[in-house]
């Protein structure tokens, strides 16, 4: 009987005096051992993804240091120096406010592996609202998507 088309690809790979003495248990073996780095891997995203309190921290971290660089420090530049320092310090201020309308305004979908999370930020019809998407998987979060 002739070896199937796998252990035919074996072949190429072994050294020419291995040839004929074990390709099927080597390749087993290589098998085997893809599949402990996968099972691995997947309990390592399971046991590092991170949870909606860890987003919602990084979400008002982000958030405050977009305020205080972009809106305090680019809007206000031209003005004086007191107004960009209360600029940040209304920021830190209203602190505990953002990290509310954060909390209230995300939803999470859990993956096991990997979570999604949507936070839609609306604080008054005369302003903007803004739709952050972000990924988070082994402890780190990804903002893929920002609109307007």
Do not use: W
């Amino acid at each position: 009987m002739k070896p199937g088309f796998s252990a035919r690809i074996a072949y190429l790979f072994l050294p020419i005096d291995k040839v004929g003495k074990h390709p099927m248990k080597l390749l087993n073996t290589i098998k085997s051992a893809a599949i402990a780095v996968m099972v691995g891997l997947g309990i390592a995203m399971a046991i590092t993804n991170p949870s909606q309190s860890d987003y919602e921290e990084y979400a008002i971290a982000q958030l405050t240091a977009y305020l205080k660089d972009n809106t305090c420090t680019q809007t206000l530049k031209d003005e004086d120096s007191l107004l960009q320092h209360s600029c940040t310090l209304l920021v830190d201020v209203g602190r505990p406010q953002l990290e509310k309308l954060i909390a209230d305004h995300t939803k999470e979908r859990n993956f096991i592996f990997f979570s999604i999370y949507r936070t839609e930020l609306s604080i008054s019809p005369l302003l903007p609202a803004y739709r952050f998407e972000t990924v988070a998987a082994l402890q780190k979060f990804y903002t893929y998507q920002t609109s307007k």
